[in-house]
């Protein structure tokens, strides 16, 4: 029987508003499900350096008798592999720092003949030799403008460790930023349009803000923002729009918030004088910067907001009573206007809470473990995923499993108890396409690769989120 488009489309939106309807208004799948067992039996493989890109997700795993070496997923059983084995027998190639152009994914690594950096396009044996002698400086790369722009050293210049680039095709060293054999150490990369912002030391200004355009007379201090050789020690920097937000110290106000802006930066001073109220754990959401502040010190660490402007610049609700801190911590944008994070009021203990921004608007989602902590900062990652929250957290009975929430108590549940004898630990939460991505604990399986169906149609006729129909379910 012939089905016309119009009422195939019809039918898969009657399906998926009634699947919205069964599900609690919400349309996402209920049953995690093993990918592989990548190091067969109880024992774990052991999945880092965790990367999403080009469709993909690339990782690096233990698989005994390979050692550790790249693998990826599409997030099927049958494309979930290693790309190659770069060293033979037991010994580990260590792929680390991903980082797409376009199809192609640069990472470091050590294979059996070279140290260096490679790339792939996550294809059975499809790796390639890009930079040879090479070793990279901390795990962080960042795409700028049809490069990848990395820190570190090549074998035989004394490990001088520096700023440099690659197309995948030709890598060279961007600047000698700290002349000599001594290493500049550039950190924490954020791209913004054209302009590349990291902190770095030229063994004169100590640890200062950088910026760079992809060449050496392009890549410059931005300001000596400490005065002399100590250093303002520039952290949590945030791309917010086209402008960079971050903390540092002058030496005269202490730790604040900084902007950046068009290569200038100023000064938000949060707490007057030289103890500083402090901008920790930076996210954009929308064109804002949430973060936990001290405040003007009356007050503990608390959740804040800014606009880049001194006037809107403020606490969003003082969480924790008196000098007791909130413990604001993971920091997550569902949409541009909400987001999620933990917090401790001093009565529930650290817990999921919501916010639009304003102080009304912000509270604890559910008091998910009674008894104690539901979530903290080691074992709980917050992840948006098709107009929802995924996270880890412990109800006190089943231990650190995988949760849900769409900023409601009601809709605030538990979605599989992955290891019913213990804690699943779910980590490592990526998004690829339709599936939540992540790492668990079974006690028949180990530490290993799961998935997360978090549409329930995605036929081609729709987006693929069906909270868009949530307002018709009674």
């Known amino acids: 029987m012939h089905v016309s488009h119009q009422w195939r489309r019809q039918i898969a939106v009657g399906l998926t508003l009634a699947a919205c309807c069964l599900t609690g208004a919400s349309g996402w799948a209920d049953d995690p499900y093993l990918l592989l067992d990548i190091n067969p039996g109880t024992d774990h493989s052991y999945i880092s350096n965790v990367y999403a890109g080009g469709g993909l997700l690339f990782f690096r795993a233990y698989r005994p008798g390979s050692g550790y070496e790249p693998w990826r997923s599409d997030g099927t059983t049958a494309g979930t592999f290693m790309i190659e084995e770069m060293r033979a027998g037991t010994n580990s190639s260590l792929p680390a720092a991903w980082c ?21 396009q996550g294809v059975a044996s499809d790796v390639t030799l890009v930079k040879t002698g090479f070793a990279i400086w901390g795990t962080e790369s960042v795409a700028m403008g049809g490069q990848v722009y990395l820190a570190g050293s090549e074998v035989g210049d004394g490990g001088d460790k520096e700023l440099w680039k690659t197309d995948g095709a030709t890598s060279v060293r961007v600047k000698d930023i700290n002349p000599g054999a001594v290493s500049s150490y550039p950190e924490d990369l954020v791209a913004i349009g054209t302009t590349l912002y990291f902190t770095a030391n030229d063994g004169t200004h100590g640890v200062e803000l950088w910026s760079s355009d992809g060449t050496a007379a392009g890549t410059s201090l931005v300001q000596d923002i400490y005065p002399g050789l100590l250093p303002s020690s520039p952290d949590d920097l945030t791309a917010v729009g086209d402008r960079l937000f971050m903390q540092a110290d002058d030496g005269a106000h202490g730790g604040e918030l900084w902007i950046v802006e068009s290569g200038v930066p100023s000064l ?59 413990y604001v911590d993971l920091i997550t944008d569902l949409d541009g206007t909400v987001l999620f994070f933990i917090a401790d009021d001093g009565v529930h203990g650290s817990e999921l809470w919501r916010s639009d921004g304003t102080e009304t608007g912000t509270w604890m989602v559910r008091d998910i473990n009674p008894a104690g902590d539901g979530l903290n900062s080691v074992n709980s990652e917050i992840v948006e995923a098709g107009g929802a929250v995924y996270f880890s957290a412990d109800d006190g009975i089943h231990g650190f499993e995988l949760w849900r929430s769409d900023g409601t108590e009601f809709g605030t549940q538990l979605v599989a108890d992955i290891n019913p004898s213990g804690n699943g630990y779910p980590g490592n939460l990526t998004v690829i396409d339709h599936q939540l991505l992540f790492t668990a604990t079974h006690p028949d399986y180990g530490n290993e690769l799961w998935a997360l169906d978090v549409c329930v149609f995605c036929d081609g006729f729709e987006s693929g989120d069906c909270t868009a129909w949530a307002t018709a379910c009674p």
Do not use: C, H
């Open 100 to 120: 797409a152009l376009d199809r192609d994914v640069i990472f470091s690594a050590a294979s059996d003949t070279d140290t260096g950096l490679f790339v792939t």
């Open 268 to 326: 938000i001073d949060i707490r007057p004088g030289g103890n500083g109220g402090g901008a920790g754990g930076i996210t954009a959401v929308g064109d804002l910067a949430y973060f936990r502040s001290l405040g003007d010190g009356t007050t503990g660490a608390e959740l804040w907001r800014s606009d880049g402007t001194d006037v809107g610049t403020y606490m969003v609700k003082e969480i924790g009573p008196g000098n007791q801190p909130g």
